[in-house]
């Protein structure tokens, strides 16, 4: 069954430090999304994307963030300067449109020390 | 605005009994899409149902049951005869038109014990 694979599964980082999540979506699928999952909160949406720009984002995806489909397969978010705040699991999804079901991949741990 | 409220933070039951949880919507949009998703301690979030706004069917999928009332903006998740493998977290999300914006409740732990 086709599913959406992220890397790393963990990642530490010190504050400031510049983090990429890397997400690989499924093949066929055209919207990509980034939510995130703060320890023991609900799940907010971050941004999506289709066409290879920004369909939407969230008030949390400020300036530091970014989003980038480098080459076809790979969906990527950057954090550019990462805060204390930013610990959290950071879940990649795709959809086949945009109100289908979203596969959401096992997610990326993002610790900021 | 939307708004999904999951009221109940954890529900504990013993093997084989049922388990409802709720789920109660705010959007004034007239056309939504209402989510289910499991949460399992592995951490990946999977997809159980989607339903759209003018679908008030309910739903049966083997031991997982919904009940969409839009009178009361009400989706309801029914587990029956419950198994150690439903321990999961449990949230519902809503959608409008918005890109796939999905509005999350902050979920309903289960803990099913043998």
């Known amino acids: 069954e086709p599913e959406v694979t992220q890397t790393p599964s963990h990642q530490v980082t010190q504050m400031g430090q510049e983090v990429i999540l890397r997400c690989v979506p499924i093949?066929?699928?055209?919207?990509f999304y980034w939510y995130r999952q703060i320890l023991g909160q609900k799940v907010e949406f971050l941004v999506s994307?289709?066409?290879?720009?920004?369909?939407?984002k969230s008030e949390i995806f400020d300036d530091q963030f970014s989003v980038e489909r480098p080459d076809g397969s790979n969906f990527t978010l950057k954090i550019r300067s990462t805060k204390l705040e930013d610990s959290a699991m950071y879940f990649c999804?795709?959809?086949?449109?945009?109100?289908?079901?979203?596969?959401f991949g096992e997610g990326s741990r993002l610790t900021v020390l | 605005a939307q708004k999904v409220t999951q009221a109940q933070t954890e529900i504990s039951v013993v093997e084989k009994e049922d388990v409802t949880l709720d789920c109660v919507y705010e959007?004034?949009?007239?056309?939504?899409?209402l989510f289910w998703y499991k949460q399992p301690p592995s951490g990946e979030l999977v997809f159980l149902i989607r339903?759209?706004?003018?679908?008030?069917q309910n739903e049966i999928s083997g031991r997982y049951s919904w009940n969409f009332q839009k009178s009361t903006s009400s989706f309801n998740f029914t587990i029956t005869a419950s198994q150690v493998v439903d321990s999961a977290v449990y949230f519902c999300?809503?959608?409008?038109?918005?890109?796939?914006?999905?509005?999350f409740g902050a979920g309903t732990q289960v803990v099913v014990t043998p």
């Open positions: 999804a795709s959809s086949l449109d945009f109100t289908g079901e979203l596969f």
């Open positions: 093949s066929n699928h055209l919207y």
């Open positions: 994307f289709y066409n290879n720009e920004i369909s939407e």
């Open positions: 959007t004034r949009d007239t056309t939504y899409y």
């Open positions: 339903r759209n706004s003018f679908d008030e």
């Open positions: 999300a809503l959608t409008t038109d918005s890109w796939g914006k999905l509005q």
